[in-house]
């Protein structure tokens, strides 16, 4: 089983739509949890995270955690065609320690016109 | 505030040769992490330094890779001798804590391709 698992997409949204991102992971002593953004040719770029059980706002964007279900999402509202990405859940264990960040593989994200 | 710097940003070789990459993190942060990305996949880490320490290095494939944070700010990957599956984009990322929470931002990249 992955460590961080993510559907590789794409998927296909119409603009002004609302873009639901899923990532389960399997280390139950996770504590952080992030969402970057990668457009193509370029490096990760920091969306959010969340560390508590429930939902997080920022802008357009909502992160949601549900660590009983092992399960992290994103949201994001009024989709752009400039948000048009690959977008990367990535897991960090717990807060003690150096702990490595785990990636899965990426959802792609296509917002149409 | 500067971002994380890579150079180079790419680099072609033969398989065989021998290839580095060098990192300069933002200032300030102790941890400096080099991750591989291979096409379609997302990034994994090789290792992790805090300040000039290894912390982790078990993806690191130590016959060919090697890297170095001897004065505890920027670092250098080496690969020798490269190989094609070597072929990737090599991501520096650097982080600070601050409480319970770190975030680690990313450098641009050094896109290899090994022939």
């Known amino acids: 089983q992955k460590e961080v698992e993510q559907n590789s997409g794409p998927l296909s949204v119409p603009e002004g739509a609302i873009a639901s991102l899923n990532c389960t992971y399997s280390?139950?002593?996770?504590?952080?949890f992030f969402w970057y953004r990668q457009y193509s040719g370029k490096s990760p770029e920091l969306i959010m995270f969340?560390?508590?059980?429930g939902d997080k706002e920022d802008g357009r964007f909502t992160a949601q955690l549900n660590k009983a279900s092992q399960y992290v999402s994103l949201l994001i509202r009024d989709s752009q065609p400039s948000d048009s990405a690959t977008y990367l859940c990535?897991?960090?264990?717990?807060?003690?320690?150096?702990?490595?960040?785990?990636f899965g593989t990426g959802t792609r994200l296509l917002v149409s016109p | 505030e500067a971002g994380v710097a890579q150079s180079p940003r790419y680099k072609i070789i033969e398989k065989r040769q021998s290839v580095a990459f060098w990192c300069n993190p933002i200032?300030?942060?102790?941890?400096l992490y080099w991750y591989q990305q291979i096409l379609g996949q997302g990034p994994k880490l090789l290792i992790q330094?805090?300040?000039?320490?290894?912390?982790?290095d078990s993806q690191l494939p130590k016959d060919r890779f090697s890297a170095e944070r001897l004065k505890g700010v920027d670092s250098t990957l080496k690969i020798q001798p490269a190989k094609l599956e070597d072929s990737a984009v090599y991501l520096c990322?650097?982080?600070?804590?601050?409480?319970?929470?770190?975030?680690?931002?990313f450098g641009p990249g050094t896109r290899l391709l090994v022939l």
């Open positions: 990322a650097s982080s600070v804590r601050r409480g319970a929470q770190e975030t680690q931002y």
């Open positions: 280390d139950r002593g996770s504590q952080s």
């Open positions: 969340i560390y508590s059980n």
């Open positions: 990535a897991v960090r264990g717990p807060a003690t320690g150096f702990q490595k960040l785990v």
């Open positions: 200032s300030g942060h102790a941890t």
């Open positions: 330094f805090q300040n000039n320490g290894v912390v982790d």
